[in-house]
Every structure is written in structure tokens, then in C-alpha cells.
């Protein structure tokens, strides 16, 4: 796996998300975890994201990238397309931004 990977226009999804202390986002293509970190940071102190990917491998990476956030996280492998389930297992009942990567 490649690990050298650089997510594109972190600074275009921060602003659009506008991440605010407390908040509570959802990356559904969370990857690498490169913009999951910027998510992280800019909703710093008390942000929480919820990370889903299919690929284990690549949660392994992000779970190593979001390292100094612990706490504020949860990766789960999965599809975002069952994303009602993913938040109502983890007692979600309202979310403040989603991002999905599709690489489109």
C-alpha cells in the first residue's frame, strides 16, 4: 500500500465543513486518514469523527495517522452507504458534516 498518499483540497473541505469544537463528522471514505486529521485539528479540542472504509489495511494507516487524536475517533470497516447503521450502533443521533471522497 502505498503510503505517500496526499488527500486534495484539505483546505477546500475544512472550510466547507467548517469543523467546530464538539461537532461530530463523518468521513466515509476515510482511507489513509489525511483528511480525517485536518477534520480532527480544525474541531479541535472536542470534535469527534467517525471514519468508515471498506479496506482494513487502510484503516490500520489511518488509525496510526490519527494517532494523537485518540479519543476523538472511531474507525469502522464498512460501507458509508449503511451509514444510518454505523451511527445508530455507535448511539448517533445527529452529525454536524459528512465527507465522502469519491474520487470522481
Given at each position: 500500500m502505498?503510503?505517500?498518499?496526499?488527500?486534495?483540497l484539505v483546505n477546500e473541505v475544512?472550510?466547507?465543513?467548517?469543523?467546530?469544537?464538539?461537532?461530530?463528522?463523518?468521513?466515509?471514505?476515510?482511507g489513509l486518514g489525511g483528511h480525517a486529521a485536518a477534520v480532527l485539528q480544525?474541531?479541535?479540542l472536542h470534535g469527534r469523527l467517525i471514519g468508515i472504509d471498506l479496506d482494513s489495511e487502510a484503516l490500520a494507516v489511518a488509525?496510526?495517522?490519527?494517532?494523537?487524536?485518540?479519543?476523538?475517533w472511531t474507525l469502522i470497516q464498512g460501507n458509508f452507504a449503511?451509514?444510518?447503521?454505523v451511527l445508530a450502533t455507535h448511539a448517533v443521533?445527529?452529525?454536524d458534516g459528512v465527507?465522502?471522497?469519491?474520487g470522481v
Open positions: 502505498n503510503l505517500e498518499h496526499t488527500p486534495v475544512v472550510e466547507l465543513l467548517e469543523p467546530k469544537s464538539a461537532g461530530v463528522y463523518v468521513d466515509g471514505t476515510v480544525a474541531s479541535a488509525k496510526g495517522k490519527l494517532h494523537e487524536y485518540r479519543g476523538r449503511r451509514l444510518d447503521q443521533t445527529e452529525i465527507l465522502l471522497d469519491l
